[in-house]
């Protein structure tokens, strides 16, 4: 019997950085503006394919198409919602499905990205904890929900380059678990030769990872957003595993320590579950929680799933606890669940043939004031 042996992948060509695509088109022989042309076509039209790229010879096309690959999603099912939002469900080229959502507002139009296929964080308010985590997606995976999504919109007579206006990294999986991949597709969306997307702009959302929020905070200058969903250790832990590796003082220890542009804020994000976490005791804890820290609240009533045990809040107790949050000098917000006809809003994401849904998506329109 032969050996086994292992044949290293082609380079996935959108995942490159401008540097590694000059470098690539260096060692072709090619002439650097090759590289700027490339990297338009990749990134600023979203090319699907090396036959799409027509300034570029014959010849080249044929050398990166045997020694590169271009990674692609297949949209394999768009939904749309009596309230405008649409829903996108990619087929990865492995036979995995993840899904985006659009939401259109009056002055943004703004994207929920996926992260991973799956997701391992076991919080016991969301499907998605169910089916567990398969893998990480690619920073090209990543790109093509953007740049899919993006051609979609443009396709209804949208006009402009970029019909998107903002990303919120909220969907399937935690970011903060394929940080480099995340940090690479958020470098390639602000290029200003890509989409150009400001920093302001796109907002990448973590169910609490301490060390990753202080290198995101390091590294990048995009908005933050937390799932706090409790006001106790104890509370938090019950409904989120990650808080008995970085419990609550840790946690806001870290935001407390997260570098803030000016009129900047922290969103933290807070389900309402009906007489779980939703009294005026917990309004109060978590009014104390976050003293001291640039913060907006914003409060998502549950979306309630088959099979979890827990309710939505009655609009009266939402409203209570807003007010009393509001009354600590707090922001608060009660946000509105968009999309729930086509199982679109937070808590409802659903990938093909899994119990999986990610904890998102109505939370988007806050962030990027």
Not at 162 to 191: I, K
Request: glycine share 6%.
């Amino acid at each position: 019997m032969l050996p086994e042996t292992s044949q290293t992948p082609p380079t996935d060509l959108r995942g490159l950085s401008r540097d590694q695509l000059s470098a690539l088109v260096a060692r072709l022989g090619e002439k650097p503006f090759r590289a700027r042309q490339l990297f338009a076509w990749l990134h600023g039209r979203g090319a699907r394919s090396l036959d799409e790229m027509t300034d570029l010879s014959r010849a080249l096309r044929e050398r990166l198409a045997s020694e590169t690959h271009l990674t692609t999603l297949a949209i394999d099912e768009t939904q749309l919602s009596n309230d405008g939002t649409r829903k996108f469900r990619f087929r990865t080229e492995d036979s995995h499905f993840v899904e985006a959502v659009f939401l259109p507002e009056d002055d943004r139009r703004t994207l929920c990205v996926s992260t991973q296929v799956g997701c391992p964080m076991g919080c016991a308010f969301c499907r998605t904890a169910r089916s567990g985590l398969t893998r990480n997606l690619t920073t090209s995976e990543i790109l093509a929900q953007v740049y899919e999504v993006n051609r979609a919109i443009a396709a209804l007579g949208v006009e402009g380059k970029r019909p998107l206006t903002n990303l919120v990294f909220m969907g399937m999986g935690e970011p903060f678990l394929n940080f480099d991949n995340l940090l690479a597709a958020l470098a390639l969306l602000q290029d200003d030769a890509g989409l150009n997307f400001s920093r302001r702009h796109i907002t990448v959302s973590t169910s609490g990872i301490v060390p990753m929020i202080e290198r995101f905070g390091a590294l990048t200058e995009n908005k933050l957003a937390v799932s706090l969903n409790a006001s106790s250790d104890a509370q938090r832990e019950a409904l989120m595993p990650v808080n008995r590796r970085y419990p609550l003082a840790e946690l806001l220890a870290a935001c407390r320590r997260f570098p803030l542009r000016q009129g900047r804020r922290i969103t933290f994000e807070y389900v309402l579950l009906d007489e779980i976490n939703d009294s005026m005791d917990d309004a109060r804890r978590v009014a104390r929680l976050l003293r001291g820290i640039e913060a907006k609240v914003n409060l998502i009533p549950y979306n309630e799933s088959p099979g979890l045990p827990f309710r939505s809040v009655p609009i009266e107790r939402a409203e209570r606890f807003r007010d009393l949050l509001l009354g600590q000098g707090l922001v608060a917000v009660i946000r509105k669940n968009r999309g729930r006809d086509i199982l679109a809003a937070c808590g409802q994401l659903a990938a093909k043939g899994s119990e999986g849904l990610s904890s998102t998506s109505s939370v988007v329109e806050d962030d990027l004031d």
